[in-house]
């Protein structure tokens, strides 16, 4: 089974130097059952193609099957592992390419950071799940995809069509970004693995996948494939997904200044219950009566925006499915009357993605999701939500970076959660939310949120957009403008 990676990016022999691979010479690692192979078909200043070749040995895999590894005996005889790519390909990402797998380039680390044009060539590629499988684990992701399926058997097309594909990829990401895909939804395409699934597994999925499995929505899928549908496991790793807002929580907290010191006898809001309070209550000035809460990930804003009357239609949508259980749960809807019950919905969806359950709501609020997506993603939510979605008023919050000094565990440079793609200074944010506002004739206002510094500015920022009806403000805008200002 072979794996092509190739590069158009000036110069493109750049790409040896990611991969920490000379380009003159041909490289072998040693796996479990066979042998790996790197190569360089072509290699110039304009193309760059580096292929990663699977040499299984099908005696090997036998002998070193462990007492789990096989369904069946005759499985171990009979069986298309060292023709396809499966969890071994995985294996040899993992040890061919462990630098650029874990975002280190030793030559040329600005590298690691810089989004390069890539197509992958895998073949060939088992789905269970056929084409729409690949379309589901990847257009998340960005990726186009091209996938050539192949007979049963030639000499046979009444047999049908396998579950073997040709699978091109093409994307604009970082290698690390690309090998990370890689490395987990190859074995999730093929739904098995060739050794046997432990705890440190989840260990694994959640490193390689940090950075897009929390938004991807197939996450639930996404991780009980790679977790071999053991549901004890698959629901640990849900737990440490789902987490990510307390952990950013204590962030936010762990800053006590000498001010704060001398108050400290009263009991002081959380930083995060202050952010879902301005949302409220922003949506609560705007008159909107059918709100959708995007993002809305353990229903926290939703419990807020319940107890109001005013909101008669209430939308909560996240791209977690353990989420939208644990949201579920706090919300009681199980419990409540049938009207009530009936005033809210939780659904599984993308902010990247144009939802046509997204429209016709009067308020919307992305409490701090929007740092959460890669920049390059961020303009189709955009599209999504302003302009396809359209809500009347619509409230963003984001953490201000400028404010990050003021935390004594961060370090220089360093973000408030590991899953941020971007923290925003607040000229970035008003340039970014402007430019919105602009392009799909909304108007916008900022309000700062939390404890506050007359250098760095608070600890969250808030942008308020109001939709314009033929040219007017709907929400009359600029009157609160000068409200603020004075």
């Excluded at 044009?117 to 960005?142: A, D, H, I, M, N």
């Excluded at 197939?218 to 440490?240: S, W």
């Amino acid at each position: 089974m072979l794996l092509t990676i190739t590069t158009t990016h000036i110069p493109a022999d750049d790409l040896s130097f990611l991969l920490h691979k000379h380009p003159g010479r041909i490289q072998q690692v040693e796996l479990s059952a066979g042998k790996a192979h790197i190569f360089y078909p072509e290699v110039n200043a304009r193309l760059c193609t580096a292929a990663l070749l699977l040499d299984l040995d099908p005696v090997g895999l036998v002998r070193n099957a462990g007492p789990k590894g096989n369904d069946f005996a005759l499985e171990q005889y009979v069986n298309d592992r060292p023709y396809v790519c499966s969890s071994f390909m995985s294996a040899a990402i993992a040890k061919a390419y462990s630098s650029a797998l874990n975002g280190r380039c030793k030559d040329k680390p600005e590298l690691v950071d810089v989004a390069m044009p890539f197509v992958v060539k895998l073949s060939v590629l088992p789905v269970r799940g056929g084409e729409q499988l690949l379309k589901t684990l990847f257009e998340p992701l960005g990726y186009a995809i091209t996938a050539t399926q192949h007979p049963l058997d030639p000499a046979f097309p009444d047999w049908g069509m396998s579950r073997y594909f040709t699978v091109e990829l093409s994307n604009t990401i970082t290698l690390q970004q690309l090998l990370s895909h890689l490395y987990v939804l190859i074995p999730v395409c093929d739904n098995d693995k060739h050794y046997w699934i432990a705890r440190d597994e989840i260990e694994k999925l959640l490193d390689k996948g940090k950075a897009w499995l929390e938004t991807h929505t197939a996450q639930e899928l996404i991780v009980r494939r790679y977790l071999k549908n053991q549901r004890a496991l698959a629901n640990k790793a849900f737990e440490v997904l789902v987490s990510k807002d307390e952990t950013e929580e204590d962030a936010d907290e762990k800053t006590v200044t000498e001010d704060t010191l001398a108050v400290l006898i009263e009991p002081k809001p959380r930083i995060h219950d202050l952010r879902l309070l301005a949302a409220r209550d922003e949506l609560l000035a705007a008159g909107a009566k059918r709100v959708a809460d995007l993002g809305c990930g353990e229903g926290k804003l939703m419990k807020l925006l319940m107890a109001e009357k005013q909101f008669e239609f209430l939308l909560g949508m996240d791209v977690s499915y353990r989420s939208l259980e644990i949201a579920q749960e706090r919300l009681k809807l199980d419990r409540l009357p049938e009207k009530q019950r009936e005033r809210v919905q939780l659904i599984q969806g993308s902010l990247t993605y144009r939802d046509k359950r997204l429209e016709g709501f009067d308020g919307a609020a992305l409490v701090e999701v929007i740092e959460h997506l890669d920049q390059p993603r961020l303009a189709a939510l955009e599209l999504s939500v302003f302009e396809y979605a359209r809500p009347e008023v619509v409230v963003v919050t984001t953490p201000n970076a400028e404010y990050n000094v003021k935390f004594e565990n961060l370090e220089g440079g360093k973000m408030r959660h590991a899953d941020h793609r971007f923290e925003w200074t607040r000229k970035q944010f008003e340039a970014w939310a402007t430019d919105v506002a602009l392009k799909h004739n909304y108007d916008v206002i900022f309000k700062p949120i939390g404890e506050s510094d007359p250098e760095v500015g608070a600890l969250s920022q808030m942008a308020v957009f109001g939709l314009r009806v033929k040219g007017t403000e709907q929400f009359n805008l600029n009157s609160e403008i000068k409200n603020v200002d004075q």
